[in-house]
């Protein structure tokens, strides 16, 4: 009975969901992705990667611009994050595949 009379647990509170744990592995993890989804350019990639160090605490100029160029980009772009995760050419619930059309109105909506 002792068992039973113990106060259970309380987790509310601990469920930390989608929250930013670790500056540089999500800064870093945005520049890759988006450029694994083609999303910047090869050449935006590698001068993001050559002149930013995530891991210190204050950027060189030379990674501040870089990252400037970044988000301007997609501050230009309007692009869609349904339009990046749905994937090229997938097939849709009624079976078409999604044309060109189809993607640049998910992008432009």
């Not at 540089?24 to 350019?41: K, L, R």
Request: glycine share 8%.
């Amino acid at each position: 009975m002792y068992h039973m009379q113990k106060n259970k647990a309380n987790n509310k509170g601990f469920m930390i969901g989608n929250a930013l744990l670790d500056d540089e592995m999500d800064q870093t993890g945005m520049i890759d992705y988006a450029w694994d989804h083609a999303v910047i350019s090869d050449h935006l990639y590698h001068e993001i990667k050559i002149k930013c160090n995530f891991s210190n605490e204050h950027p060189s100029d030379g990674c501040n611009e870089a990252l400037n160029k970044y988000f301007s980009f997609l501050g230009k772009q309007k692009i869609a994050v349904c339009a990046i995760l749905k994937g090229w050419g997938e097939k849709e619930a009624s079976g078409s595949t999604a044309s060109k059309l189809d993607l640049l109105r998910m992008v432009v909506e």
